[in-house]
């Protein structure tokens, strides 16, 4: 007789494969984002109900906030896909955090255009529509084709992979990130430490470096260098909400709700301090969820 728990969980670990790849067609099949949103929810609401029930988890918690981190990340395109091919997702707790993060991330790049360029250079680009033609995207590496060996226990396919995808978008830093992490789990500190500070300069401030590299040591299970980067973070002029936050992660990662509930709270204060909305969003996401599982 197979338990509920081992049927739950089997259903878990067949989500998160399906939901990986489905990530990763994201570009090319546009009607695949609003379903990964959703599945991305049901996993996590599959992770607590097992949670609750005991049972470890670790692993596929970890998988469930890279994809998590990978949605957030591709925000401006997931957004962009559901709104040409979906109808809204009512309800979508998720889908909520998406569109605030969107909408901070182009109010701040609305102000950084007309400081940079005035007045007279911000009309010319919105009515000609220039820049997007001289200055297109660099090329992204794909971290969840990664992330997805590396659920597999496959760090040494991971790593070459990474290595592939770092010479096809070598500006891309979370690629180097994950080749760092990636050689340092072999053993390799040297490399580690070389590929970390390519991956720093890439950068676009020591908060966004720790930050990130904090979400690829716990795909890899490096629980206590993770820890050591969300503390340093909390130490930065503007790491503290987000530090805070991948403390309150951590600690949900090992079954400490309450823990965890107390630190995403304290990272909702002073993500608003820090005047971060899209951040205050996910802290609180991340609390309802906690709240219904204990229900």
């Known amino acids: 007789m197979i338990s509920t728990e081992t049927s739950t969980f089997v259903q878990l670990r067949q989500l998160l494969d399906q939901t990986e790849r489905d990530m990763v067609a994201i570009k090319s099949e546009p009607a695949k984002a609003a379903p990964v949103i959703r599945q991305v929810e049901r996993a996590e609401r599959l992770i607590a109900e097992l949670r609750g029930a005991g049972v470890d988890v670790r692993a596929e918690q970890s998988r469930a906030d890279s994809l998590r981190g990978r ?7 997931v957004v ?10 009512a309800g979508s707790a998720l889908w909520q955090e998406l569109q605030a993060t969107v909408a901070v ?3 701040q ?16 680009v919105l009515l000609f529509g220039v820049l997007p033609a001289l200055f297109p995207a660099p090329p992204t590496a794909n971290t969840v084709a990664v992330g997805q060996l590396v659920s597999q226990n496959d760090d040494q396919g991971a790593l070459a992979l990474a290595l592939q995808e770092q010479a096809a978008a070598p500006g891309d830093p979370q690629i180097g990130l994950w080749i760092g992490a990636l050689q340092a789990k072999q053993g390799n500190t040297a490399a580690a430490q070389a590929s970390y500070a390519a991956a720093r300069a890439l950068a676009s401030d020591e908060v966004a470096f720790l930050s990130d590299r904090v979400l690829v040591l716990m795909s890899l299970g490096d629980l206590a260098a993770a820890e050591q980067d969300a ?10 909400a987000i530090g805070t936050y991948h403390l ?30 899209e951040l205050v969003v996910a ?4 609390m309802a969820t906690l709240m219904q599982g204990m229900q």
């Open 71 to 77: 949605l957030l990340h591709e925000a401006e395109l």
């Open 80 to 89: 962009k896909r559901v709104g040409q091919n979906q109808p809204p997702l």
């Open 105 to 107: 991330r182009r109010s």
């Open 109 to 124: 790049a609305r102000r950084k255009l007309l400081i940079t360029l005035g007045v007279v250079g911000t009309l010319a």
């Open 231 to 240: 503390t340093a973070l909390q130490a930065i002029d503007g790491g503290a």
């Open 248 to 277: 309150g992660a951590l600690r949900e990662q090992a079954g400490d709700r309450q823990a965890a509930m107390a630190l995403y709270e304290q990272a909702g204060a002073l993500a608003e301090r820090e005047n971060r909305p």
């Open 283 to 286: 802290a609180r996401t991340r």
